[in-house]
């Protein structure tokens, strides 16, 4: 689908959509998910570029680095692969991305525009969440939905489009007493706080639906989620696997934000 939207829109202005990511510093996790975001591009048909920088980059730097893509009509949009060495400030960093161009959806007035039930660019992977529950044709109005962590990059906005699909919402983190009761009651279960198969098999109530949302590499190498799979996936009627579920469509939902973005800058219908 996105390549189809990206051939329309290069059918109708001479260009194709353009994403760059800014990455700064040698993570070797960035490294890996920004290899596989060159991958999508090309696969889907967008123009994609790269800016990497040494982890030494001062703030001014990076900043009028951002500020030149602001500029550039060329490039819809841009994402600044966290984390950021310790020295720069992040939500400086992103709230300098250009609203427009906040394909990754974390600039504060995308989120904010989220939570006062405005259009929105929203974040990649709670959108993702959600097309996955869609496509496995999992009800949501309705039904007792509890999120596992509170950040604002999954946690609050995931919650938020639950609530906008008529979800009762439970919002849990490292705090709450007696979660395993809490997810016990869950119709649908969203895991995304971080710690290796933290939600237990016996958590899951049978048939509930479980997104797992966690990627944890062990000591011996191994990638899990922050549930633990197969107990749950004995109880549940739909879940996730890590690696291999909410990853991929991450990425695609980030290349479909560039779509919307491309076709919004250009005042085309999508």
């Not at 109708?12 to 959509?17: A, I, Q, V």
């Not at 966290?82 to 959806?105: C, F, Q, T, Y």
């Not at 098999?201 to 633990?228: C, Q, R, S």
């Amino acid at each position: 689908e996105v390549a189809q939207a990206a051939d329309l829109f290069a059918e109708k202005t001479g260009r194709r959509p353009g994403l760059h990511v800014v990455m700064v510093g040698d993570d070797p996790a960035s490294d890996v998910y920004v290899r596989n975001k060159r991958r999508d591009c090309e696969k889907s048909r967008l123009a994609s570029a790269e800016h990497r920088l040494p982890a030494d980059t001062s703030g001014e730097q990076l900043l009028a680095l951002i500020a030149r893509l602001n500029a550039d009509d060329a490039v819809d949009g841009i994402i600044v692969q966290l984390p950021v060495p310790a020295h720069l400030d992040a939500n400086l960093v992103i709230e300098s991305i250009a609203l427009e161009k906040d394909v990754d959806g974390f600039h504060p007035a995308n989120l904010g525009r989220l939570l006062a039930g405005m259009p929105a660019m929203v974040a990649c992977t709670p959108l993702g969440c959600l097309k996955l529950l869609d496509e496995g044709r999992v009800p949501l109005r309705g039904k007792n939905a509890v999120v596992v962590g509170r950040s604002t990059i999954v946690g609050k906005p995931v919650a938020q489009l639950l609530l906008k699909r008529d979800a009762t919402v439970t919002m849990c983190h490292s705090r709450t007493v007696d979660l395993p009761e809490i997810v016990r009651r869950a119709d649908v279960v969203i895991a995304a706080v971080g710690r290796p198969r933290m939600i237990k098999g016996d958590w899951i109530k049978p048939g509930a639906a479980v997104v797992d949302v966690g990627m944890n590499k062990l000591e011996t190498g191994e990638l899990v989620g922050d549930v633990e799979f197969e107990a749950a996936a004995a109880r549940a009627e739909w879940i996730t696997p890590v690696p291999g579920g909410v990853g991929p469509m991450t990425r695609a939902c980030l290349l479909e934000n560039t779509i919307r973005a491309a076709f919004a800058r250009a005042e085309i219908a999508l």
